[in-house]
């Protein structure tokens, strides 16, 4: 009776320290996982310069900007956007709207076939906008020649008259590009 005591004792205590491990693991896991977990949000870069000298035209590009469903119905706003990589390699659209168009109209999607320098992948995206509409993207997602699709969410009033987006370029593990 006394090994049957054991036994069954033994059990519980083995059962108690496989589900503190179960459980040790399981926060370990969750702890690990959000400590990659990056939020990525735009900011605004004022000391932002553009390389007019770099859009050679010599690769295209697609850039989708989605508007936002809470934008205004239509914008007057002048939209002008900037990508590239950690290299050093720029392409800048200047003036992308036109009001006559409809060109980001609320919750459309407008795609525009923009040329520059090659690149590699494109780990920063700034837009322009001045106006007083107030205009608000959802999303810009870029595709091109040597870069697989990228996506940058918005979904907030780009601020007037300053360089507003995301620069991703450290986490690539390249060189992070210099903005001047």
Not at 117 to 127: R, V
Not at 128 to 149: E, H
């Amino acid at each position: 009776m006394n090994d049957f005591y054991n036994l069954l004792l033994g059990s519980a205590i083995n059962i108690r320290m496989r589900s503190l491990c179960v459980l040790l693991i399981f926060a370990f896991v969750v702890a690990a996982s959000e400590s990659r977990s990056i939020v990525s949000h735009p900011e605004p870069l004022s000391s932002f310069k553009i390389n007019a000298t770099q859009n050679a035209g010599t690769c295209p590009f697609s850039v989708s900007i989605r508007t936002s469903c809470s934008s205004t119905r239509y914008t007057r706003d002048r939209v002008s956007l900037s990508f590239g990589d950690a290299y050093g390699n720029q392409v800048y659209a200047p003036r992308l709207d036109d009001p006559t168009s409809r060109t980001f109209e609320q919750c459309s999607t407008d795609t525009f076939q923009i040329y520059g320098p090659c690149t590699y992948q494109i780990c920063y995206l700034y837009l322009y906008r001045s106006g007083y509409d107030g205009w608000i993207p959802y999303d810009v997602t870029i595709s091109g020649y040597n870069t697989q699709p990228v996506s940058f969410y918005y979904n907030v009033i780009i601020p007037a008259n300053i360089w507003y987006g995301f620069n991703n370029c450290y986490r690539t593990g390249a060189a992070s590009v210099t903005m001047k």
